[in-house]
């Protein structure tokens, strides 16, 4: 016999109570193995628990090829005496030594159904906007407010805006919920990239009847900020129609390499291209269009080769990228590093509060107030 692999679980600081007896009538953990190469084996503690504050009778099931991926069946209080599979390998009788026999199955051919960790959420856009007017500074603070309208997140029929929300996940799944008939909710789902990441914190803006996302990533040392243009529609006029999600990368932000916690925000809520970024020192970063200089040969006429009447798109037109271009700066004061940043929500007046384990600071595009500092207070009283 060769040993092709060994799994142990985390050592428990005390031993189950008779472990090292040689009773039959001790119960021991049991495993089986399912015509589908699948491992079912129980034990006396939670695989994550190492003080013995879960003893009983847990289940645990996972595939021969990745053991240490286990995902829990069900919970005993009594041990579990007995585990045994059916023929097809789809069903797992469990029972336990006071009489419980349980049979559970899989469900939609799925071992285990993960949760997904929601960082950030927004409502959609119902197309109105109210902004103040900073020319009037003798009027009523209510004939300042003016009402615009713009394009709404989800329209329905007529072109009547439709309610629902966005989710971001931890891992870069993008979400939208409409509801549907029944208090039912209609689902949607999109990745920001095949593969998943680990995103550490998000932020979401509205912009011309779409939305813009921004999540920050980290891989080891490794930091930046991933963006990408979602946009939902609805196929059908009715109401109780699934959604479409659709996202469309845009360029990236690439940090310095370092460990410490980035916060992001965008500067408004509605219509903006800006965003701050707080790790050691907050950063305003604006999302241009930058043209690329061509050759007067290639830069003039149509394409060369086109079968399009009227020669097709222009040369001088193919080359106009998206970039991101850094406006500004501030130091943060002290060695602290962000825990968070929020900016608010109208244009006027642009402001964001900049929040460390010592501080608060609230900012403006031209200027940096410091506000508060909570330790200070403390040593005052």
Not at 88 to 110: I, P, R
Not at 207 to 215: D, P, Q, R
Not at 339 to 360: F, G, K
Request: overall charge positive; charged content about 20%.
């Amino acid at each position: 016999m060769e040993l092709i692999y060994s799994m142990r679980r985390k050592p428990l600081k005390c031993e189950p109570p008779h472990f090292n007896s040689t009773d039959p009538e001790v119960v021991r953990p049991i495993c089986t193995i399912s015509i589908r190469n699948i491992i079912a084996f129980s034990s006396l503690t939670e695989l994550s628990d190492t003080d013995g504050d879960t003893w009983g009778g847990h289940v645990y099931v996972c595939d021969i090829d990745t053991p240490w991926d286990a995902h829990k069946v069900t919970s005993t209080v009594h041990p579990v005496s007995a585990l045994e599979w059916d023929g097809e390998g789809k069903q797992l009788l469990v029972a336990t030594t006071v009489g419980d026999v349980s049979v559970f199955g899989q469900k939609d051919y799925l071992l285990n159904e993960w949760r997904e960790h929601i960082i950030q959420a927004t409502f959609f856009h119902n197309g109105r906007r109210v902004v103040t007017v900073d020319k009037k500074p003798d009027v009523p603070i209510y004939e300042r407010m003016q009402l615009l309208r713009s394009t709404p997140t989800l329209k329905g029929f007529g072109g009547v805006w439709c309610a629902g929300a966005c989710v971001v996940s931890g891992s870069g799944l993008v979400g939208a919920l409409t509801a549907g008939e029944g208090g039912r909710a209609l689902v949607a789902t999109d990745c920001m990239r095949p593969a998943r990441d680990h995103l550490s914190s998000a932020s979401i803006t509205h912009k011309t009847g779409s939305m813009l996302i921004a999540a920050c990533f980290r891989r080891g040392c490794k930091r930046a900020v991933r963006v990408a243009r979602c946009t939902v529609s609805r196929p059908s006029s009715s109401k109780c129609a699934p959604v479409c999600i659709q996202l469309q990368p845009l360029p990236t932000v690439y940090l310095e390499d370092d460990v410490t916690s980035v916060s992001i925000s965008w500067w408004l809520r509605d219509d903006t291209d800006a965003l701050l970024i707080a790790s050691h020192n907050l950063t305003l970063w604006k999302m241009v269009e930058r043209s690329h200089p061509l050759h007067k040969l290639l830069a003039k006429g149509p394409v060369q080769g086109s079968t399009t009447p009227g020669g097709g798109p222009k040369t001088g037109d193919c080359f106009n990228t998206i970039v991101w271009q850094q406006a500004a700066s501030w130091q943060l004061e002290g060695s602290s590093p962000a825990t968070a940043v929020s900016a608010a929500r109208h244009a006027a007046p642009a402001l964001a509060v900049l929040v460390t384990s010592r501080a608060m600071h609230l900012l403006t595009r031209d200027s940096h107030h410091y506000v508060r500092d909570p330790l200070r207070d403390n040593l005052l009283q």
